[in-house]
């Protein structure tokens, strides 16, 4: 393995004990870098960078939102939670390839929505992340989506959440106002699947009993989707 970025770069009094001093402001890296370094969770390469870039760093930040998301992407919280101090915008979206890709554009709420990351996710909304990206999605992006439980942006967060399983972050997401049924600010359902029809074809019983504890219509359908949620457990024997 790699070591972190930091010991490479820093002077021998500064990588020594935890709680050393953070880098000097003329402290220089390389984009790909910043890019380990967020990944990684190099907290003391990464508060030399924050510390250098002072009143810059919100536009940096948010013209470069890789940053931001490839810290959520290798489940670095305390990295994100310093990231979105200095600033960074918790929806800026950007087109990212991980190694375990989801497809389409990414923003660090969906990826950590993806990945199962619960206090991530916490972290996000307690800094005002939205439900709903504002940009819009490519074909790709959408037909990619439709295989991981996120076929288009309306509902998408809860459907992916529901569709892995994962109950604490559909829990999370429901409490912050997400609508249990998959409807975007539209008004308008999922292009395919509700997250009850994802819970249910997926065997999610924790999350099929608490999306219908929530009110999730299970009978629901639109011209798209003929099938209900009940046809889908049916249709796999759940």
């Not at 993806?114 to 996710?121: E, F, P, V």
């Not at 998408?156 to 829990?171: E, M, W």
Request: a negative charge.
């Amino acid at each position: 393995s790699f070591p972190h970025v930091s010991q490479q770069l820093l002077p021998a009094k500064l990588r020594t004990a935890a709680g050393a001093e953070p880098p000097p402001s003329t402290l220089t890296v390389s984009f790909d870098t910043l890019l380990y370094a967020m990944q990684k969770g190099d907290e003391l390469l990464v508060t030399g960078w924050l510390e250098k870039m002072g009143t810059k760093a919100p536009r940096v930040l948010n013209d470069n939102p890789s940053l931001l998301n490839r810290a959520v992407s290798g489940q670095q919280e305390r990295i994100v939670r310093m990231l979105l101090e200095a600033q960074a915008d918790p929806d800026a979206a950007n087109v990212l390839t991980l190694t375990r890709p989801f497809g389409g554009e990414q923003w660090p709420l969906r990826l950590a929505v993806q990945h199962g990351y619960t206090s991530i996710c916490k972290l996000l909304l307690q800094h005002s992340a939205s439900l709903e990206t504002q940009t819009p999605r490519s074909a790709a992006g959408i037909m990619a989506g439709i295989y991981s439980g996120d076929s288009d942006d309306a509902g998408s967060l809860l459907g992916a959440a529901a569709f892995k399983g994962y109950t604490d972050i559909v829990q999370l997401l429901l409490d912050h106002h997400a609508d249990v049924n998959g409807r975007g600010e539209n008004g308008r359902l999922p292009q395919f699947l509700t997250p009850l029809m994802h819970a249910a074809y997926n065997g999610r019983d924790d999350v099929v009993a608490l999306l219908l504890e929530r009110h999730a219509q299970p009978n629901i359908g639109h011209d798209r989707q003929t099938h209900t949620a009940i046809d889908f457990a049916e249709m796999q024997g759940n």
